[in-house]
C-alpha cells in the first residue's frame, strides 16, 4: 500500500468560466473560489457510467482510463455511490479482467442489475482465444462486490461491444449491445443464459436518423445503448455519429421496437469525442449521466463520469441537456455526527484513494496543501469535536477542518503523528468551535514534504 504514486491531479478549486458567471452580480463574495462539482470523480479517470438505484442508493459503476492513455487502456471496473447525489464513496475495483480467465484486455463499458438478491454486471472484453470481443457476466451477492466470473465463459460473442442489461416490468430481461450493428438477447431467469437467439434490431432512419456525410453507416447510431422503461414507453438512448459523439435517443411501444427516432439528449461537447449515457430516477427526480474530458491531462482517452438533473418535457420527451461544471443539487444533507468514509467525497485536490488493511478504500497520497470537500454536511447547533482514523510511515501532518471553501473558516486543527505505516492506523480528535447550520466540510491537510499521512474515517461530535 502507498508504494507508488499513480497520478497527481493538480484540480483547480476554481469553476468553469460560465459557472462562475451565472453568479449574480449582487451576489456576496464566498469566502473561496466556486467549486465545480462535475466531474463527480477526481481520483481517477472513468469512463461509461452506469448508474443504478438499489435500497434507496445510487451505484454507479464505471470504467477506468488509465493515467496518460493515448487508446482505450482499460484494465479494471470501478464502482461508486452516493445517497445524495454530490457525495461519492469510493469502492474501489471489484471487477477486473483478471476476474475472467479467458479474456485478454479491454475492460469497456458494462452495464449492472439487481435481480433475486443477486447483482449481474455485464461487460465486453477481449477473448484470448479468439481476438474478439465478447459479452462476459459477473456476479455479486452484494452491489459493490467483489464480482466473480458466473460462467468461466463468454454469454455471447460476436466481435461487438457495450452491452446494456433492461429487465421489463413483466420480467422478461433483455440484454442489447453493438457497434457498429445493434443487437439483442432474452435473457433467462437466471440472467446468465438466454432463448430465441442472437437478434439484429435494423438500423432504419426512421428508427435511428440519418446520419450526415454519406457514410457506410446511414444512421446515427454509433454505440452505446441505455435502454430503460418510463410508463408505457420504451426508450433507447445511445452515443450516435462517431467522431466527435454526441447523444440522441429513440423510443418505442415494446423492448424490441419498432424504434422511432426522436433527437438530441446532449449535443457534442465536453472535450472527449466519446461519450455514453446513463439514466436514472432518484428520489423524484430524473438524472443523466455522460462523461467527458473535463479533468486536467483530460481528453478522448483520459475521461470523467458526470451528471446532470433534468426534468422530462409533459409529452415524455427528453430535453436538450448540457454539460455544466456545478451538477445536480444535493438530495437532503450528509450527517457528519455519524462515522463517514474519508473516501465519501464532493470533489478532491490532490488525493488518491487504495484499499485499506482495514476494509474498504482510504485517502491516500496527501501532500501539503491538499484538500477535499464533503457538501452540505447538517452541523445543526454544531459540534464538538473532531476525530479521524490516519496512518503515517512518515512525521504526519495536520487536518485542518474548514468551512465552506479550503481557505475558508477554520474551526478545528488535529495533529497527525506519525504511526509507523501507512496502514497502521490510529485516531486522533480535536476540539472544534464554528462547525454550525448546514455547510460544505473541507479537510485541508498541510505539513511538510513529501506524502504526509492516509485517513481512513472521519467523524464529528455534536
Given at each position: 500500500m502507498q508504494t507508488s504514486h499513480r497520478r497527481r491531479t493538480a484540480v483547480l478549486a476554481v469553476a468553469f468560466a460560465f459557472a462562475a458567471a451565472a453568479l449574480s452580480p449582487a451576489a456576496e463574495p464566498s469566502p473561496s473560489p466556486a467549486q465545480a462539482d462535475n466531474p463527480i470523480i477526481q481520483t481517477i479517470y472513468t469512463a461509461d457510467p452506469a448508474p443504478l438505484v438499489h435500497n434507496g442508493r445510487v451505484y454507479l459503476y464505471t470504467g477506468h482510463d488509465?493515467?496518460?492513455?493515448?487508446?482505450?487502456?482499460?484494465?479494471?471496473?470501478?464502482?461508486?455511490?452516493?445517497?445524495?447525489?454530490?457525495?461519492?464513496?469510493?469502492h474501489g475495483s471489484p471487477l477486473n479482467i483478471d476476474t475472467f480467465s479467458w479474456a485478454r484486455q479491454d475492460a469497456w463499458a458494462g452495464?449492472?442489475?439487481?435481480?433475486?438478491?443477486?447483482?449481474?454486471?455485464?461487460?465486453p472484453v477481449v477473448n484470448d482465444a479468439t481476438g474478439r470481443m465478447a459479452i462476459g457476466v459477473a456476479v455479486a451477492d452484494n452491489p459493490t462486490?467483489?464480482?466473480?466470473?458466473?460462467?468461466?465463459?463468454?454469454?455471447?460473442?460476436?466481435?461487438?461491444?457495450?452491452?446494456?442489461?433492461?429487465?421489463?416490468?413483466?420480467?422478461?430481461a433483455y440484454l442489447y449491445w453493438g457497434n457498429p450493428n445493434l443487437w439483442y438477447v432474452k435473457l433467462n431467469a437466471d440472467m446468465t443464459s438466454y432463448s430465441g437467439g442472437v437478434n439484429r434490431i435494423p438500423l432504419t432512419t426512421q428508427g435511428f436518423g440519418v446520419r450526415p456525410g454519406g457514410t457506410d453507416r446511414p444512421t446515427l447510431y454509433?454505440?452505446?445503448?441505455?435502454?430503460?422503461?418510463?410508463?408505457?414507453?420504451?426508450?433507447?438512448?445511445f452515443a450516435a455519429q462517431c467522431c466527435s459523439e454526441h447523444i440522441a435517443y429513440s423510443t418505442a411501444p415494446g423492448p424490441t421496437g419498432p424504434w422511432t427516432y426522436r433527437g438530441t439528449v446532449m449535443p457534442t461537447q465536453g472535450s472527449?469525442?466519446?461519450?455514453?449515457?446513463?439514466v436514472i430516477d432518484y428520489k423524484g427526480s430524473s438524472y443523466f449521466f455522460y462523461h467527458n474530458g473535463a479533468l486536467p491531462g483530460g481528453g478522448g482517452f483520459t475521461r470523467s463520469v458526470a451528471v446532470e438533473r433534468f426534468t422530462y418535457n409533459a409529452d415524455g420527451t427528453i430535453p436538450i441537456i448540457n454539460m455544466t461544471t456545478a451538477g445536480p443539487p444535493q438530495v437532503g444533507t450528509l450527517n457528519p455526527f455519524t462515522r463517514q468514509e474519508a473516501e465519501t467525497i464532493a470533489w478532491a485536490n490532490g488525493v488518491e484513494t487504495e484499499r485499506s488493511s482495514e476494509g474498504g478504500m482510504n485517502v491516500g497520497w496527501i501532500e501539503n496543501g491538499d484538500w477535499i470537500k464533503v457538501e452540505g454536511a447538517a452541523f445543526g447547533s454544531g459540534a464538538r469535536t473532531f476525530t479521524a482514523r490516519?496512518?503515517?510511515?512518515?512525521?504526519?501532518?495536520?487536518?485542518?477542518?474548514?468551512?465552506?471553501?479550503?481557505?475558508g473558516p477554520l474551526v478545528g486543527t488535529c495533529t497527525v503523528p506519525g504511526t509507523g505505516g501507512w496502514q497502521v492506523w490510529t485516531n486522533v480528535s480535536c476540539p472544534v468551535s464554528g462547525a454550525t447550520g448546514t455547510r460544505d466540510l473541507h479537510l485541508k491537510f498541510t505539513?511538510?514534504?513529501?506524502y504526509l499521512f492516509n485517513v481512513n474515517s472521519w467523524q464529528f461530535t455534536a
Open positions: 488509465e493515467d496518460g492513455s493515448t487508446w482505450f487502456t482499460m484494465r479494471e471496473w470501478r464502482v461508486w455511490s452516493s445517497e445524495d447525489m454530490v457525495n461519492w464513496t469510493d452495464q449492472a442489475v439487481e435481480r433475486n438478491g443477486k447483482f449481474y454486471w455485464y461487460v462486490g467483489p464480482f466473480r466470473d458466473a460462467l468461466g465463459r463468454p454469454l455471447v460473442e460476436n466481435g461487438e461491444i457495450d452491452p446494456s442489461v433492461f429487465i421489463d416490468t413483466d420480467g422478461q454509433e454505440e452505446g445503448p441505455w435502454v430503460y422503461k418510463r410508463g408505457s414507453l420504451y426508450y433507447m438512448v472527449s469525442f466519446t461519450n455514453h449515457p446513463g490516519v496512518a503515517s510511515a512518515t512525521a504526519g501532518g495536520r487536518i485542518e477542518v474548514r468551512l465552506d471553501g479550503p481557505n505539513g511538510g514534504g513529501g
